[in-house]
């Protein structure tokens, strides 16, 4: 991003539907859907979540991983960010979540 002088705000924020391409999935009960094709998906944050890694590196907090995904609920991105993390450190607030390297290449 520095390369090319791309500032965060430039970005489109979200999760983006694999089959529609539009950015509207949700999480609504327990369940990840868009509301553009109605499609329920399994793990639609998956790509979002490497992107953040090739564009931000492997150190994420809650706030930037909801901030880049859209997702409102900072318990929907903590278990998403316990589930694919690596590696974590600190405690509640100042917890930083170390995703996965391999991301950067993919």
Request: aromatic share 10%.
């Amino acid at each position: 991003m520095k390369q090319f002088r791309i500032e965060p705000a430039h970005l489109h924020t979200g999760i983006q539907c694999p089959y529609c391409r539009c950015w509207s999935i949700e999480r609504v009960k327990k369940r990840w859907l868009c509301r553009k094709c109605s499609t329920s998906l399994k793990n639609p944050h998956l790509p979002a979540l490497k992107e953040y890694v090739r564009l931000f590196g492997t150190k994420a907090v809650n706030k930037k991983i909801r901030a880049f995904t859209g997702i409102q609920s900072e318990s929907v991105a903590k278990k998403l960010l316990r589930k694919w993390a690596v590696e974590k450190k600190g405690d509640t607030k100042g917890r930083v979540y170390h995703l996965p390297e391999e991301w950067k290449w993919e």
